[in-house]
């Protein structure tokens, strides 16, 4: 019988099979697990004046937050808070050496590309900037004298390293704000941040 | 409790917006000795006259100035523009356009809303009413920088510190509403020598100047140019719409030597 059994096997094509019995292993770190939606950033970095207003003012450090809301993975919406210090360079000019002070306030959109860890960024958008002093209105830069707003808007954009915790990211980015009320002038800012996402 | 920390440190963020905010006003450019382009000679002096404009008190503002008074119990009016509410200081750029080195001298004077002490004007009162030069007292600006050597075209840079305005102000108030002897309190700083102002009451509200006088002598053929700057702690800076304040402050004119 059991040799009658080996010929009949013996007999046969033979065939080898194979079956999946797990999901396949994700890419590591997964940037599903990351968390999304409200985030908050603080930035520290510079900023210096472009244009007419660039051989008038030096680049000074620069402090700021941003908030925002990540409506997709791809897409959000953030508000920005960015605050520097510059001191006059008015070559032989009595206001040289004067401080002032500028405060960025903008509404941003944003747009991400995400690679496992990394991501890169576009924002654009537009607000308002203050300054402290009329320093640059005693150079004829200020289109209303007596105003010491100016509306801006511009764009940037950086790079972003998500750190294996799943809320952290570090990230560095590079924006231009020109500025509507000041003469043939813009704002170049770049800075270094970190950013929590809840 | 965490939304009154939010509003708490929103507030001090705002607050902190308003700690600097100096405002500036431009001096006319000043310009001595040398020739003119009709090859006259330059006067070694020149003075130029800033206004800083301010608002008006508004009806409820000049009655808590009175209640103020009362309060303090002052025999003179409390000022609407207060040492204490507003800083000066002027920044300015010396020029030497000559060949050969220069000394310069940048004087300061000018007007509280009481008395406007200007020293042209004072050595002229001498001039008309002393006919012996030698009988003419020597008249002391307000703020008087040390004299500054400039090289042959070359700049020098120098400002008129807050804290020498605050020291002018409280002698130009002595001088124009206490009747302090001009040199004693020109001369000597307060905080050092408080000799003159005998008369100040201790609780005195100094008032600030809003009109200043810049002068600027030198031996070279020389240019100025300034910046008065305006720290203003209490918005009392002029805004349009609203209305102007206009002193009309008394000139300062000493008693004759002698009389």
Not at chain 2, 150 to 179: C, K, M, N, S, W
């Amino acid at each position: 019988m059991g040799v009658l059994a080996a010929l009949a096997v013996m007999g046969r094509p033979s065939r080898v099979c194979a079956q999946i019995t797990d999901e396949p292993a994700p890419p590591f770190p997964d940037p599903a697990k990351f968390s999304h939606g409200l985030y908050a950033e603080g930035e520290v970095g510079a900023v210096s004046f472009l244009g007419r207003a660039g051989d008038k003012m030096s680049t000074g450090v620069a402090v700021g937050a941003r908030l925002g809301y990540e409506a997709f993975r791809w897409f959000a919406i953030q508000l920005h808070a960015l605050g520097s210090t510059h001191q006059g360079s008015f070559e032989n000019m009595p206001e040289a050496g004067q401080l002032m002070q500028l405060y960025q306030m903008t509404a941003e959109g944003k747009l991400t590309l995400t690679y496992r860890r990394v991501s890169v960024f576009g924002a654009g958008g537009g607000g308002i900037v203050r300054m402290s002093s009329n320093l640059l209105a005693t150079v004829g830069l200020l289109k209303d004298p007596t105003s010491l707003n100016s509306v801006a808007f511009g764009g940037g954009g950086g790079i972003d390293w998500h750190t294996l915790n799943r809320h952290f990211s570090l990230g560095a980015q590079i924006g231009f704000l020109l500025l509507a009320d000041v003469r043939e002038s813009g704002l170049l800012s770049t800075t270094l941040y970190l950013r929590y996402t809840f | 409790m965490r939304r009154i920390d939010l509003l708490a440190c929103l507030a001090i963020a705002a607050a902190g917006c308003d700690i600097n905010t100096p405002t500036y006003f431009q001096g006319m450019p000043l310009e001595v000795g040398g020739k003119t382009p009709d090859g006259m000679d330059r006067p070694s002096s020149a003075t130029d006259t800033l206004e800083v404009k301010f608002r008006a008190p508004s009806a409820s503002d000049t009655a808590a100035l009175m209640a103020e008074q009362q309060r303090l119990g002052l025999q003179q009016p409390v000022p609407w523009l207060k040492r204490s509410d507003l800083a000066i200081e002027v920044a300015f750029t010396l020029r030497n356009l000559d060949d050969k080195p220069g000394i310069a001298l940048v004087m300061v004077n000018g007007a509280n809303e009481f008395t406007n002490y200007d020293v042209a004007a004072i050595v002229s009162y001498f001039n008309m009413n002393l006919a012996n030069a030698q009988d003419r007292p020597v008249v002391l600006p307000l703020i008087q920088a040390v004299p500054v050597m400039v090289p042959a075209h070359q700049t020098y840079q120098g400002v008129v510190r807050e804290d020498d305005f605050t020291e002018a102000e409280l002698d130009l108030d002595a001088i124009g509403r206490y009747g302090a002897n001009a040199a004693s309190v020109l001369i000597n700083r307060s905080e050092v020598n408080p000799i003159g102002l005998e008369m100040v009451p201790k609780n005195e509200v100094v008032p600030a100047m809003f009109r200043i006088l810049f002068t600027v002598s030198a031996d070279t053929h020389m240019t100025c140019d300034y910046v008065v700057r305006v720290r203003d702690g209490a918005d009392r800076l002029w805004d349009s719409p609203s209305p102007q304040f206009m002193p009309a402050p008394m000139d300062y004119m000493p008693a004759l030597p002698g009389m």
